[in-house]
């Protein structure tokens, strides 16, 4: 089993539609939650953290439940721009650089 | 743009050869992780330098080694070359004394293996 495990879509939504992507963390050690986004052929970019208390930035809005270990990535109103692999990180230790990945989860927003 | 830098961008390698590929941390960052994501894949941690020194590897075997020198620029070496050794090798670089940093990959260095 995956340390981290995503569903690996591909999604295909509309635009302007509400999408949610979910993932499961298998280490209780794990400390800090990330979504990364990553492009086709191009490095991850950092999304955005993920907080016990929910976050929330513009359309995205992510969650973590540690007690489930489930995170989870919320994004409405979908635009074209949001085409991309999304990533699902945990870091067990706090130092940075040492990131566990899911597989990712592919989103294709259709006109 | 993050900063980080890797070369070349693009390799192609015969199988049992052996490669170097490399990186430029951000400036301020002394921390430089690898990776290396196979197509359709998540990133794979290879392992971390911090102070010129291993630290922490994941599952790979010994035929993937570093190095970091002084200005936190660091090498990923690959000998005997397979061919599922074809990937995307990610270099990250962070910084060890912020606890919630963020790490920022450079574009990546794809190796192709025949």
């Known amino acids: 089993r995956k340390e981290v495990e995503q569903d690996p879509g591909p999604f295909n939504v509309p635009e302007g539609a509400t999408v949610a992507f979910n993932c499961t963390y298998s280490n209780s050690a794990s400390q800090s939650f990330f979504w990364y986004r990553q492009d086709c052929r191009k490095e991850p970019k950092l999304l955005m953290s993920v907080y016990s208390s929910g976050n929330e930035d513009g359309r995205f809005t992510a969650q973590l439940n540690r007690a489930s270990q489930y995170i989870s990535l919320l994004i409405r109103d979908s635009k074209l721009s949001d085409s991309a692999t999304y990533l699902c990180v945990v870091n067990r230790n706090n130092q940075g650089g040492k990131l566990i990945f899911g597989q990712g989860t592919e989103l294709s927003v259709k006109p | 743009e993050t900063g980080v830098t890797q070369s070349p961008t693009h390799l192609i390698k015969t199988r049992g050869q052996q490669v170097t590929l490399r990186c430029s941390s951000q400036?301020?960052?002394?921390?430089v992780s690898w990776y290396q994501q196979a197509l359709g894949q998540g990133p794979q941690f290879i392992f971390q330098?911090?102070?010129?020194?291993?630290?922490g590897r994941g599952n790979f075997p010994p035929r993937f080694s570093g190095l970091q020198f002084p200005n936190y620029s660091s090498e990923l070496n690959v000998n005997a070359l397979e061919l599922d050794d074809s990937a995307l090798y990610l270099c990250?670089?962070?910084?060890?004394?912020?606890?919630?940093?963020?790490?920022?990959f450079g574009q990546g260095t794809r190796l192709t293996v025949v």
């Open positions: 400036s301020g960052h002394n921390t």
């Open positions: 990250a670089s962070s910084s060890r004394q912020n606890l919630n940093t963020e790490a920022f």
């Open positions: 330098y911090y102070r010129e020194e291993e630290n």
